[in-house]
Antibody, heavy 114, light 114 residues
Framework: EVQLVESGGGLVQPGSSLKLSCVAS????????MHWIRQAPKKGLEWIAL????????YYADSVKGRFTISRDNSKNTLYLEMNSLRSEDTAMYYC???????WGQGTLVTVSS | DVVMTQTPPSLSVAIGQSVSISCKSS???????????LHWLLQSPGRSPKRLIY???NLGSGVPDRFSGTGSQKDFTLKISRVEAEDLGVYYC???????????FGAGTKLELK
């Protein structure tokens, strides 16, 4: 059974940093592209980043480009999202998802507030 | 960027009723390989999104055949026959054809009980 478990969210101040993790199981993690997608409170879904299965390519939404970094460690079956210079508008539930949105984790909540 | 327009924003239905949700794209979603990467997701209350249908009309694993997807090019429809209580939530269409630069989601259609 495919499982994606996010962690690392929390309450942080504007301008600070946070690193999210997503541990994958139930499939060959190193063979699949992975995504981060977020959902602001009471809002819709926003794709924010993709990393290829071998880390050879990374793509970002304009809203996070230059501030967020996606990475992965295939030896640990783990996907990461390093978030810097956080803003109030980054407040959201952050989900990791497997290729083509087939599977999603339960999400981890990031709240940016003073 | 591709814009996905979903209608209606909300629907009130009775159990057993059939409903349809429309999703229109600002650009054709046919990829260079001939396939159309238009997907439908359901986010049940308090849950993470789940992919129901991929590539216009293919049911995801374990998805009941009360759900069906049709459409082509820029115009797509999700139909739910004989709505059940577990079908309530927010439905999103999503395109993954035009990537990069990004995946794009519709704004969502909230399905509620009448």
């Amino acid at each position: 059974e495919v499982q994606l478990v996010e962690s690392g969210g929390g309450l942080v101040q504007p301008g600070s940093s946070l690193k999210l993790s997503c541990v994958a199981s139930g499939f060959t993690f190193s063979s699949y592209n992975m995504h981060w997608i977020r959902q602001a409170p009471k809002k819709g879904l926003e794709w924010i980043a993709l990393i290829y299965y071998d880390s050879s390519n990374k793509y970002y939404a304009d809203s996070v480009k230059g501030r967020f970094t996606i990475s992965r460690d295939n030896s640990k079956n783990t996907l990461y999202l390093e978030m810097n210079s956080l803003r109030s508008e980054d407040t959201a539930m952050y989900y990791c998802a497997k290729k083509a949105l087939a599977y999603w984790g339960q999400g981890t909540l990031v709240t940016v507030s003073s | 960027d591709v814009v996905m327009t979903q209608t209606p924003p909300s629907l009130s239905v009775a159990i057993g009723q059939s409903v349809s949700i429309s999703c229109k794209s600002s650009q054709s979603l046919v990829y260079s390989d001939g396939k159309t990467y238009l997907h439908w997701l359901l986010q049940s209350p308090g849950r993470s999104p789940k992919r129901l249908i991929y590539q216009v009309s293919n049911l995801g694993s374990g998805v009941p055949d009360r759900f069906s997807g049709t459409g082509s090019q820029k115009d797509f429809t999700l139909k739910i026959s004989r709505v059940e209580a577990e079908d309530l939530g927010v439905y999103y269409c999503a395109q993954t054809t035009h990537f990069p630069p990004m995946y794009t989601f519709g704004a969502g259609t909230k399905l509620e009980l009448k």
